[in-house]
């Protein structure tokens, strides 16, 4: 009796911890209300003739010019780009929350379909600005397909990495959130467990004493 109840309670609380996973969102490249394209002369948003599958939605936006870029706020844990791979595919710079992360390459002998080039998870699940520019010589092109944002509802319980456990996590994450930091990797996923397990726990001996109380 006893275990059938707690065996339940658990995959009650798991199922909810499931249905908080981690999820990725995918916007377009053509989504123009949230990502700005600085100079917009310098850039151009015609798919690739006959090679549209190997685009998400068929469609690309891309430039020649080094120093055009282009810029996309969202609220989330994780971001991703995405664009073709090729051998004329230029270098491009990213910078994240005011700070430069690096130079990236999306180079491959053969045409081949959009894809990763850069990203990044375990970011405060606050609001983040990213850019990405030309960073080649004029004769190699950037072009960028999609934008990928990855977003952790169990993250706005967690306090984060660094400082002590405050009274209050989510205020204290909201405190923060402007600062855009970088949390690291290790430790909030050491803490998303953490909390997980702890609540599993805490939960299960609730009906143990529950139970025995009975
Ligand atoms: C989101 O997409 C990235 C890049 O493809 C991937 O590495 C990551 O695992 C995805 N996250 C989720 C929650 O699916």
Not at 56 to 67: D, E, H, M
Not at 81 to 92: H, L, M, S, T, V
Not at 179 to 200: F, K, N, Q, W
Request: aromatic letters at 12%; charged letters at 15%; proline letters at 5%.
């Amino acid at each position: 009796m006893v275990n059938t109840y707690v065996l339940a309670s658990i995959t009650l609380l798991l199922s909810t911890v499931a249905f908080a996973a981690p999820q990725n969102t995918t916007f377009d490249d053509q989504d123009f209300a949230r990502i700005t394209y600085t100079n917009p002369n310098d850039w151009q948003h015609y798919p690739l003739e006959g090679y549209e599958t190997l685009f998400y939605n068929g469609s690309r936006s891309y430039t020649y010019v080094l120093g055009a870029y282009a810029t996309f706020t969202f609220i989330g844990t994780g971001i991703y780009f995405q664009g073709p791979y090729a051998n004329d595919q230029a270098k491009r710079r990213v910078i994240l929350d005011g700070e430069e992360v690096g130079v990236f390459t999306a180079y491959a002998p053969n045409r081949a379909p959009s894809a990763v080039f850069w990203g990044t998870r375990n970011l405060l699940n606050a609001n983040h600005t990213v850019v990405v520019s030309h960073n080649d010589t004029a004769t190699e092109i950037f072009a960028m397909d999609a934008w990928i944002v990855e977003t952790d509802p169990e993250a706005t319980i967690s306090p984060p990495s660094t400082g002590t456990a405050a009274s209050s996590p989510s205020l204290q994450i909201e405190g923060s959130a402007g600062a855009g930091t970088l949390a690291s990797a290790g430790s909030y996923r050491i803490e998303r467990l953490g909390i997980t397990t702890m609540a599993v726990l805490a939960y299960t001996c609730l009906l143990l004493l529950t139970q025995r109380a009975i």
